[in-house]
């Protein structure tokens, strides 16, 4: 027993000596035993004390350290993890940006002919389009925003467009000019030589052309399904200023005869009702000083086609 508790303390001076460790021998300090080297009571456990490593600045606590727990909490304790107590806190989301204003009363193109269009199919606008924001617009679109809690003002600003834009279809060209006003298309090539009416039936337009050159456009309306408007090529071959319709008895002033009793004339119906209505096969025209001058211009025999 005495050989064996020399090898134990022997073995702890040498651990001692390898891991730098306090030792503390069996029998010193207070405890069981009876003083330094006591030989008769009962010995004390070995207690190794392993000291923090690092340099001797290190010994400072890590709370001291950016991001550090607060003394006496456990790290991260009382914080949001992958967050510091004192991390700068998140901006609030910014507020949308304030509705921008894209048509109001007096402006006019391409934009407002289509508002137009799609507030006429929402049936909160029953004439046009025509292209420029007038009363009757400004009205419809008051009366669209107050039933959707917007701003009733009366002007077209980016939430009433998109809102509008969500409950209606992409308008096509026969809705965009249902009054007309529609661009004219590229001539037919059959139009560019001599003295031609050359009338569109995609753009609903008439064009008059001398050597290749527009002289006017205006718009036009065709005949119905039932009595649709010829298309070829022509000639006028009778002139009538004053002259009315003998078989449906209404008036057809301006008539240039071209292909039976189809004729280019101008039109009070079409003129008051637009394409709403059509011809029993005749070129309807609804400006009267336009078609007056085109009158005066044309001769007989100059060619007439009619194409799409």
């Known amino acids: 027993m005495r050989r064996s508790g020399v090898a134990v303390a022997t073995a702890a001076v040498a651990l ?35 000291p923090a490593t690092g340099s001797p600045g290190d010994h400072a606590s890590t709370d001291d350290r950016p991001g550090g727990a607060t003394p006496g909490t456990a790290r991260g304790a009382g ?46 606008l029953f004439d046009g389009p025509t292209g420029t924001y007038d009363d009757l617009t400004e009205r419809a679109v008051k009366g669209f925003q107050g039933k959707r809690g917007l701003p009733a003002t009366g002007r077209t600003d980016t939430v009433t467009w998109q809102r509008l834009l969500a409950m209606t279809h992409e308008p096509g060209k026969g809705e965009l000019y249902l009054m007309g006003g529609q661009p004219a298309g590229a001539p037919d090539p059959r139009c560019l030589t001599g003295r031609v009416l050359c009338i569109d039936k995609t753009s609903r337009t008439l064009r008059w052309m001398v050597g290749g050159r527009t002289l006017s456009t205006m718009s036009v309306r065709f005949g119905t399904q039932y009595t649709p408007t010829r298309e070829g090529v022509f000639t006028v071959y009778w002139k009538s200023r004053h002259h009315v319709s003998t078989l449906y008895d209404s008036p057809m002033p301006y008539a240039m005869f071209f292909s039976g009793g189809q004729a280019v004339h101008y039109s009070y119906d079409f003129a008051a009702r637009g394409y709403a209505g059509g011809s029993h096969g005749c070129v309807n025209v609804r400006d009267e000083a336009a078609i007056a001058q085109l009158f005066a211009q044309v001769r007989v025999g100059d060619k007439v086609v009619v194409h799409w």
Do not use: F, K, N, Y
Not at 93 to 110: C, K, N, Q, T
């Open 16 to 50: 001692a000596a390898v891991c730098a460790c306090t030792v503390q021998t069996p029998g010193a300090g207070s405890g069981s035993g009876t003083g330094a080297g006591g030989g008769g009571g009962h010995h004390g456990p070995v207690r190794i004390e392993i």
């Open 79 to 124: 914080t949001t993890p992958g967050t510091t107590p004192d991390a700068t806190p998140s901006r609030a989301p910014s507020a949308p940006a304030p509705a921008r204003v894209l048509w109001s009363r007096g402006d006019s193109g391409s934009g407002v002919r289509e508002l137009q269009a799609r507030l006429r199919q929402v049936a909160w």
